[in-house]
């Protein structure tokens, strides 16, 4: 059996000792972070245990810098310091806390600008080349071209409030701080305008404001996204000026007629929102019956005439009197008004044939048949005078108390009330 050996402790010698308590303490340069505890607050300073040869030192004014709120400290804090100077000409390790916190800010601010988030930031002042503004305790500025589109006429505005930003450019060693509200802007309706294609449908009825007005139409802002109006679609009524339907500004009813969410573009419409006037067109206007309309338009070949809302009629010249007539203007101006017959109404083509003749005296013999002739146009309403075909004879009914067949008119294609949205008019929406 092996007698048990004894083994002595190693024993340190006092250069050993010095070379394991420099190893143990932390070197420091300028512009560390270092973590402290508080050791003890005095008048003047506040001593740190910070694992250096001796205690770090931060001086008391820094506890109440001018603009900013008072820092109390308590023997026993765990706080995070900044090193300016590594020793001084006492030993003591000279450290700052507002600039520990100022470096943390940094450091902060440079990680939500690699994560794109939006920050809130209070605008101090206006400049020559935009905004001032305070972003987690940092001065940042924030260019006038890229400020939000709705305030770039009157950057005054923005003074005092609070506005969300994105971060575009940060460099601490320049102390550089750039943000935009545009691009927040933009991606926040980027995210409006995606959630609200997700809940909208095609049918769907939706309030919202009438933010532009243009030639083909009215803009409205459905909260996220501008949907549009064609000018087609404002009113079962002919529409020459979107402005005398809407105003910027208006609140409105609309239904959304169409959605293409690649293209960001929605389709609404006002008319909508009202029954077709032309869905009964042929039950309340059967031929035969006398009505009275407003003329809204003279052609070459005859005369619209407005006998209901929505519902416009063309008499054609032929049906303005039994005699020749050379010109409309010479029997009807525009705003006139004057009591017609229906000659036919077409809910299928919207068009209704309208006589004038037919309420007076003159034309055929009572036991005579009587058949209008029928009409064809050039698509060009600026081309010559087209020529008439045979008389197709049409259903009979009574004019003047003789059996009569009507036959409506054709209405040029350029003419006849469109009730159709073009397509080519949809615009994308802008953020």
Known sequence: MTPTQTQEPETLTMEDLLKEDQNSIRALAHGDIVDGTVVRVDPDEVLVDIGAKSEGIISNRELAARGEQPVSLNSGDQIKVYVIQPEDEHGNV?????????????????????????????????????????????????????VARQFSGNLM????????????????????????????????????????????????????KVSGLTSYGAFVNLGGADGLIHISELSW??????????????????????LDPELSRISLSLRQMSEDPWDTIEQRFPPGKAVTGEVTKTKKYGAFLQIADGVEGLLHISELSWD???????????GDQVEVMVLNADKVRRRISLSLRQLHEGGPPADADYTPPTYDFPEDEDEGEAP???????????????????????????????????????????P
């Open 94 to 146: 000279v450290l700052s806390l507002r600039k520990a916190r100022a470096e943390g800010i940094w450091q902060a601010v440079a990680e939500k600008e690699s994560e794109g988030e939006i920050l809130d930031a209070e605008v101090r002042e206006q400049n020559k080349g935009g905004l001032i503004v305070n972003i987690m305790g940092l001065r940042g500025f924030l260019p006038s071209s890229q």
């Open 388 to 430: 008439a075909p045979p008389p197709v004879v049409a259903p009979s009914t009574t004019v003047n108390g003789a059996s009569a067949a009507v036959e409506q008119p054709a209405t040029p294609e350029d003419e006849g009330q469109d009730n159709t949205v073009d397509e080519t008019a949809d615009v994308e929406v802008t």
């Open 237 to 258: 009524d002919r529409i020459t000026s979107v402005s005398d339907v809407l105003n910027v500004g208006d609140e409105v009813r609309v239904k959304v007629i169409k």
């Open 157 to 208: 505005e923005l003074v005092g409030t609070k506005i969300p930003v994105k971060i575009l450019e940060v460099n601490r060693k320049r102390n550089r701080l750039i943000v935009s509200q545009r691009a927040a802007q933009d991606e926040d309706r980027a995210r409006q305008r995606e959630e609200l294609f997700e809940k909208l449908h095609v049918g769907d009825e939706v309030t919202g």
């Open 324 to 334: 020749h007539v050379e010109r409309t203007e010479d029997v009807l101006k525009v």
